[in-house]
Each structure stands twice: as structure tokens, then as C-alpha cells.
């Protein structure tokens, strides 16, 4: 039987790096024991891109870039395609039951579980909760609230009492970029999404009850009948996420401020669409939350 690690006889107080490492993109910062940013780096690298077996050389290549420092990892690097696969915590959860689940490869190395939930409505998530927690820990979101995380695989967060107790995924980025690129919609989906006229006209049709799928294909039937072009592409991706906002928001409470954690161009578009859903939003930096959740770990690692 291998050694047992806990993270605990490693010194967090220092420097330490911590890694976001998703499917199709790796990013890595250096910090310090004041909670700076002492340097970064994003590439390409997901995991898509590592080799069988070659895991161990591509989280060696991070020390070489940022230095020779305690680690932690978060995000789909967890996962059954990633370098371990690290079992999830069941809901709820909190940065405490987090740091205790840690996979440690070594005794300055650990990856962060991600986060489960079971019974009817099963789900999975692996790097947002960090987020999540993050801007709990910093402040930015408050202890009751309501976080949706856009992206390709939206995610909408319940926070009770500092913990997150529940959360649904819609694949609403997935399923754009499949339309845009694999459909008969295709040809007509190639401009860019902007948050505009078409748009709204897409986030109307949503809040209004149409039918997604019907409203989908009645982009190719107007191109077919020959009426007046539009931005195609910004009204479907004004339906998908309307419907994703939609019922996003079928557990709110009312008069709710919804926190937004995610890439700035998304939460811009969400924004749009919860604000026509008549809520209040809060966009919140997700480096700055995901950066606080780690560095919340760390503390718990080594207390102060």
C-alpha cells in the first residue's frame, strides 16, 4: 500500500500554486502568503491534450513555470479522464468537507474533489463549486443565495447556511455549439452573438413560452421564405439561454439578487436575460473567487 497523505505537514504559508484545470484549458497561478498573485499562467493544455500516463510530466511542467511549490488542483483534472479520478462529495458541502476529501499524489500535491447529488435529480459538478465557495469566502456572494455559473454546461447554485445543498447543469452551451456547427442551422448560425435586438427577440420568445424546438427551425424556415434576415445566431443563443434562465430561476426567491460567476462575454448575456426575467444580478470575477476558494483550503490546511 502506497503512503498516505493529508496535506497537513506541508507549509501553505508561503507560496503555493493553484490550478484550474479544465478539459480544453489549463490555467495556474503563484501565490503568496498574503493571498497575491505573485504570477500566472493559461494555456491550452486541457485535458484532451495529455497522453495516457502523462500527467505526472504535465503537472511537472507547471513547477517549472511558477517554481518548485505546494499544489492544489480543481476542476475536470478530478475526473474519470483526468489524472485521478477523485471521488465526489455528496450535497451538502462546504470548503471544510471539500479540504477533507482531498486526492493527495504526494505530500505537496492534491487534487480538490468535486461535488455530487443523488436521488431524482442527479448531477455533477467539478471546478464550479470552487467558484461558488469562493465568493462565499470573499464575501462577494452571501450565505442564502443564488449563484448561476454560465458556460458550456451552466450551472445553477443553491447556497443555504455557507453550504451548497443543491444545483442543476443545462447543457445550453453545448447544445449552441452543436446547432452552430453540425445542424441544418449552420450555415445561418456563422455571426457572432452579440447582446442586441435579435437577441432579446430570442430572450422574448423564451420568457414568452414558446416552443424551443419550434422556435429553433423557424430560423430556416424564414431564410426558406425569404423574410427579412436577422442575427440569427444572437436570436438562438437569446432562446437557449432564456430558457436556460427560465428555469434557472423556477426556485428563486422573490426579489432575489442572482450572483453571476463566469466569463465575462457569458455573464453579460445572462445578465441580460435575468434582468427581463425581472431580477437583480451581481457579476462576480470568477479568478478572484476561484483564487479565494483555494486559498480558504489552504487555511484549513495549515491553520493561521
Not at 496535506?7 to 501565490?31: E, F, H, P, S
Not at 502568503?33 to 503537472?59: C, E, Q, W, Y
Not at 443523488?118 to 465568493?135: F, H, I, K, Y
Not at 451581481?282 to 478572484?288: E, F, H, M, N, S
Amino acid at each position: 500500500m502506497g503512503d498516505i497523505f493529508d496535506g497537513t505537514g506541508c507549509v501553505w504559508r508561503d507560496k503555493y500554486i493553484a490550478v484550474d484545470w479544465g478539459t480544453t484549458n489549463r490555467r495556474a497561478w503563484l501565490v503568496d502568503r498574503n493571498g497575491t498573485t505573485v504570477d500566472r499562467f493559461a494555456d491550452h493544455l486541457g485535458l484532451m491534450t495529455v497522453s495516457p500516463g502523462g500527467f505526472d510530466k504535465a503537472a511537472a511542467d507547471i513547477r517549472l513555470k511558477l517554481g518548485d511549490h505546494p499544489m492544489l488542483l480543481a476542476g475536470m483534472v478530478g475526473s474519470d479522464k483526468g489524472w485521478r479520478n477523485v471521488p465526489y462529495v455528496p450535497v451538502p458541502a462546504d470548503l471544510p468537507s471539500l479540504a477533507a476529501a482531498i486526492l493527495w499524489i504526494d505530500a505537496r500535491t492534491g487534487i480538490i474533489p468535486g461535488i455530487c447529488q443523488t436521488g431524482s435529480c442527479p448531477d455533477v459538478m467539478r471546478g464550479e463549486e470552487m467558484q461558488a465557495l469562493g465568493a462565499l469566502a470573499n464575501g462577494d456572494a452571501a450565505p442564502d443565495a443564488l449563484v448561476c455559473h454560465p458556460g458550456t454546461h451552466a450551472k445553477w447554485i443553491r447556497l443555504q447556511h455557507s453550504k451548497i445543498t443543491q444545483f442543476s447543469t443545462m447543457m445550453t452551451g453545448e447544445i449552441f455549439s452543436l446547432i452552430r456547427d453540425h445542424s441544418i442551422l449552420a450555415a445561418q448560425l456563422a455571426d457572432e452573438v452579440t447582446d442586441g435586438a435579435s437577441f432579446e427577440a430570442g430572450l422574448q420568445e423564451a420568457c414568452n413560452g414558446a416552443s424551443l424546438l419550434s422556435s429553433l427551425f423557424a430560423i430556416r424556415a424564414r431564410k426558406l421564405l425569404r423574410q427579412k434576415p436577422s442575427a440569427n445566431a444572437s436570436f438562438a443563443s437569446g432562446l437557449l439561454i432564456g430558457s436556460d434562465v427560465h428555469t434557472g430561476l423556477s426556485n428563486a426567491r422573490p426579489g432575489e439578487m442572482v450572483a453571476i460567476i463566469g466569463r465575462s462575454d457569458l455573464s453579460q448575456l445572462y445578465a441580460s436575460a435575468i434582468r427581463k426575467a425581472g431580477f437583480d444580478h451581481k457579476i462576480i470575477d470568477g479568478d478572484k473567487s476561484f483564487l479565494s476558494g483555494i486559498g480558504s483550503i489552504t487555511q484549513i490546511l495549515e491553520p493561521q
